[in-house]
């Protein structure tokens, strides 16, 4: 069976549209990079042609303890992975495999919040989708690039830090979009341009440009959590500036590492208020 074949048969035989769901929970049991990129591209192409239903009840979410990934890389505590320089071939490969895994994370991090929160505004589903098949382009210039390092996906042990707070969070929307798009992913946004400079100096323009597309894009990836956390904060009449830092506190002080892109974080919805939280729970107030 081809990738999406599932979801478009049922079209192509008559029946009821094909709906998001299903599309986001195909591409999220897909174990192969290979189908899980397709059908990504190919399922978030359909929903903006207005192929796929979101429908108004029906099933929940299923809970997912693992979506689908490859039998490689070894995922082991992020203590166990060894730390290496840019200034070698592997070392470079190293790091940006570590990027591409971060990349593939947020492909099923973007689909399941697709997923898993149901009866929201169509803008909602319309960020996420758009926002994975940006995900699934990285990765794929990740790939190549790291393809022509003389490695390939799988090559480095990597970490299951970014899923597991999407476990922790399935239970809510709100905390959902205040930590994996504000707190995780949002690191992305203090660490790359400093990994930019640091490549620009050994001459690895190949991989810098890939990283100032990713730099760029990632910054409204981030602002739509920022969105979506206040709409949420909204409909429950809560304030979104200590709602924030409690949910720091509850939630995501281990992980929490400064300093901190004030200015890419501001231009992603960061409250003053929010971006002192963040300083005082990485322990730099």
Known sequence: MT?????????????????????????????????????????AAAFLRGELAIPA??????????????????????????RRGFGSTEGRAAFVHSIAHIELNAVDLAWDAAYRFRGLPHAFYLDWVRIADDEARHFTLLLARLRALGHDYGDFDAHNGLWEMCEKTAHDGLARMALVPRVLEARGLDVTPGMIMKLRALGDEDTVQILEVILREEVAHVAAGSRWFRWYCEQR???????????LSEYARAVLHGPFNVEARSAAGFSEEELAALMESAGRV
């Not at 999406?4 to 079209?11: G, M, P, Q, W």
């Not at 693992?66 to 060894?82: N, Q, S, W, Y």
């Not at 009449?237 to 949910?247: C, N, Q, S, T």
């Open 237 to 247: 009449g809560i304030a979104p500036e200590p709602k924030f830092r409690e949910l």
């Open 3 to 43: 990738p999406s074949a599932s979801v478009a048969s049922r079209s192509d035989r008559g029946a009821a549209m094909p709906t998001l769901f299903d599309a986001a929970r195909e591409c999220l049991d897909a174990a192969s990079i290979e189908d899980k990129i397709a059908l990504t591209h190919r399922h």
């Open 57 to 82: 009840g029906g099933s929940e979410p299923e809970p997912i303890r693992m979506p689908g990934r490859p039998t490689r890389p070894a995922l082991v505590h992020p203590r166990e992975l060894p």
